[in-house]
Structure formats: C-alpha cells, structure tokens
C-alpha cells in the first residue's frame, strides 16, 4: 500500500513570497491533516479534513495560510505571504475514517521550507 | 539527513540494552495516548497506543505504561537496535485532536 505522498520535498522561498505544498493521502482516506513542525519541536495541527469538509482550522494562520480538498482526496497547503517564522516542515497525514480516538494517523515525509 | 530537531533530550544506550522514553502529559481528559518515532527527513512513524482506561500494553519489542495519577506516559523498548536510533514523540488524542509533546532523541552505541 503506498503512502502518505508531498510534494515539493524542499521549498526555499524569500519572505513575502507565496507558496504552495501538495499531499496525496492513503487511498481511501477520508480524513486528511496538515501539521506544522518547527525545528526541535513536536508536530502542531494547521488543519483537518474530513473528506473535503473543513473539521478544524482553528490554528491555522487564516490571514496568510490557506488550505483546500475540492475533491476529498489530495489537497494544497499555500502560504500567502510568508514570513520567517514559517520556516518549519510541512507534514501532511491521513486517517482512514473520521479521525476518532482510536484511529491511526499516517504522515507522509514532510515538505522543508526555508524563508530567506 | 535532515536533523529533526537540535536541542532535544538525548538518551543514549549500547545496542542490546533496553531504552525508557518519559513523556509527561497535562489533559486528564485524552482518549489514547500515542508513540510516534521520527527519523530525520521523514514523517513520523506510529509504534504503538494506549487506550485512557490501561495502564500497559505490549508490542513486538515495545511496551508503553501509562500512569494516570502522575500524568506519565513511557516507552520501553528491549533490545535496542541501531534501527532505533529516532526522535521519539508521545501524543495525546481528545476527540479528534492530536496533540504531540516533545521529543526525545535516542542514540544507540554499537
């Protein structure tokens, strides 16, 4: 079974340039999540799919940070314009149902972003 | 690779030792408690969870307690491999959200 797929591995950007990262989940995966990890520091959710219904995007940067899954299966992460603190990698992970307590998540290998 | 993370805790143990990772948690109200390992330049990789309602459970080479009444969570891992050496993250799941501490790396000598 593949996995989780992102697309670029490594994003090196100026600040105030836009940005956009791409995730393929699991086939089959209703539930679709995209985390900000910055360095030396656990995973932090940005957004949570389910199919292409927005769950929760309460800590999403909503003035710069956009996200979308029109189809309910791969979605885009766009940064519009980035700052320095955005320098992070980028993990996109994907559930099999509805993201309950009991159920695992997958991540994918994660998009590097560097702002200069 | 990539460094997950620069500053982390760092256990180190000779490969065949056994390895306990410690992880604190602060909601008295998550579900599952989960461990994830994390190679550099990869995402994290599930290992094993916990349900709320147990205190231990056993995987192939790993066992996760979980104290309530401290609030502590542990990772043990037997026999330690060089294919263990990782950043180690517990989460903790409410609902829907997952939440993930901090990491500790683990160095295993030949």
């Known amino acids: 079974e593949a996995g989780v797929a992102q697309s670029p591995r490594y994003k090196i950007i100026e600040k105030r340039q836009s940005v956009a990262f791409w995730c393929n989940p699991i086939s089959g995966h209703a539930t679709l999540y995209w985390y900000q990890q910055i360095l030396g520091q656990g995973p932090k959710l940005l957004i949570q799919?389910?199919?292409?219904?927005?769950?929760?995007d309460s800590q999403l940067p909503k003035d710069r940070f956009s996200a979308e899954r029109l189809k309910g299966v791969d979605s885009t992460l766009k940064i519009q314009p980035a700052k320095l603190e955005d320098s992070a990698v980028y993990l996109c992970a994907s559930s099999l149902v509805g993201g309950g307590p009991s159920e695992t998540q997958y991540f994918g290998p994660g998009t590097r972003l560097l702002v200069l | 690779g990539e460094s997950v993370g620069l500053h982390l805790p760092t256990l180190s143990v000779q490969e065949g030792d056994n390895s306990i990772i410690n992880c604190a948690y602060s909601n008295s109200a998550s579900d599952y408690f989960i461990w994830y390992k994390q190679e550099s330049g990869k995402g994290p990789q599930f290992i094993i969870d916990?349900?709320?309602?147990?205190d231990k459970r056993q995987g192939q080479r790993v066992t996760v307690l979980l104290n309530k009444t401290v609030k502590h969570l542990s990772l043990q891992i037997a026999a330690t491999q060089p294919g263990d050496s990782a950043v180690y993250f517990c989460?903790?799941?409410?609902?829907?959200?997952?939440?993930f501490g901090s990491g500790t790396r683990l160095q295993v000598q030949p």
């Open positions: 916990i349900r709320s309602n147990m």
């Open positions: 799919f389910q199919n292409n219904g927005v769950v929760d």
């Open positions: 989460a903790e799941k409410v609902g829907r959200a997952l939440t």
